[in-house]
């Protein structure tokens, strides 16, 4: 975004506002991994637009948008956040936190399908399933998280629920 365009700074904030959204509140752990890399390219879109002095008034159309099209969902404060005081948010964090909270919404999803299972061994073979889902988000947090503040608990929070397993 070197050149600046209100009406793409306004795009690039609704895309941020919904992509926090989503990565806050989905169990999907690839929806919420995609989400993530997508909200990278659009977290670094406003910080190269961060000093234009129209960026406050564009980003406040953006969340008066958001809440028009998205009236039955209030703005949680994780979006206030990250749109409004791109510089002091830290993303790295958030998204550590997100891919541990997903996860957790997930295996709950799964135990509750899994004890409505009849045969033990769609039981066993879901559950190996969820296994692997643990360890692709242990990996990933592994991989590109390492230096969050909270990278330490994050894995304990994912050892809790394998040891549960």
């Not at 209030?74 to 791109?86: F, K, V």
């Not at 643990?134 to 394998?162: F, H, M, P």
């Amino acid at each position: 975004m070197e050149n600046f365009l209100p009406v793409v700074l306004q795009a690039t904030s609704m895309q941020v506002l919904e992509s926090a959204y989503i990565i806050h509140n989905s169990s999907n752990i690839e929806t919420v991994i995609s989400r993530q890399e997508f909200l990278q390219e659009k977290y670094n879109d406003l910080l190269s637009n961060i000093k234009n002095p129209r960026y406050a008034t564009n980003t406040e159309i953006a969340l008066a948008t958001y809440k028009s099209h998205y009236y039955d969902r209030p703005l949680q404060d994780i979006q206030l956040a990250i749109l409004t005081n791109p510089l002091n948010f830290d993303l790295i964090e958030f998204f550590c936190d997100s891919l541990v909270n997903t996860l957790k919404r997930f295996y709950a999803n799964q135990l509750e399908e899994v004890s409505q299972m009849k045969s033990t061994a769609s039981k066993q073979k879901r559950m190996a399933k969820v296994f692997q889902s643990v360890q692709r988000v242990k990996k990933e947090i592994t991989d590109k998280y390492i230096t969050a503040s909270g990278y330490r608990r994050a894995l304990n929070e994912i050892d809790k629920l394998s040891i549960n397993n």
